[in-house]
């Protein structure tokens, strides 16, 4: 690959950075984490999932210890609520407290409603293509991490 373009896709990774710093403030002491972890919760239990840590750990590619801190962080926000299996009391269920569902409605649907509308001037295949490119790229750079201060 050409240096130049190298160059490009960092920066419209930076670019992509501003434009996620673009988005509404979020209330103290709530991370961007929890807007997806809730997003997450909420989609799997419309497929009629009872969700696990380990279901959100799984959707969204991330360890388990990290969405496990995170989601106790959330509980005692009052966001979330765990529920305890009735067959086994080792298995907890996860689910969006009335304060998770109202960030929730306010951030992924209220917002994401307004926003999708700023798009209609994208091509849907250009949206889905950089959303490939950047998955891709993503896992390209974790992948083969290389260490640049040798």
């Given at each position: ?142 992948e083969r991490r290389i260490n640049l201060d040798k």
């Amino acid at each position: 690959m050409d240096i130049e373009l190298a160059k490009r896709m960092m920066d419209a990774c930076y670019q992509g950075k501003r434009i996620r710093d673009m988005l509404p403030a979020l209330p103290e002491g709530v991370s961007s984490s929890f807007i997806q972890y809730l997003d997450v919760i909420e989609t799997l239990e419309r497929q009629g999932i009872q969700v696990k840590v380990s279901d959100v750990s799984d959707t969204l590619a991330l360890p388990r210890p990290g969405v496990t801190r995170t989601i106790k962080d959330m509980e005692s926000k009052g966001y979330v609520k765990k529920l305890s299996s009735s067959e086994d009391r080792r298995v907890t269920y996860l689910t969006a407290t009335d304060a998770g569902k109202a960030l929730s409605e306010k951030y992924n649907t209220q917002y994401f409603t307004a926003l999708s509308s700023f798009m209609d001037d994208l091509p849907e295949e250009d949206i889905r293509c950089t959303i490939r490119t950047m998955e891709k790229f993503y896992k390209i750079m974790c992948e083969r991490r290389i260490n640049l201060d040798k």
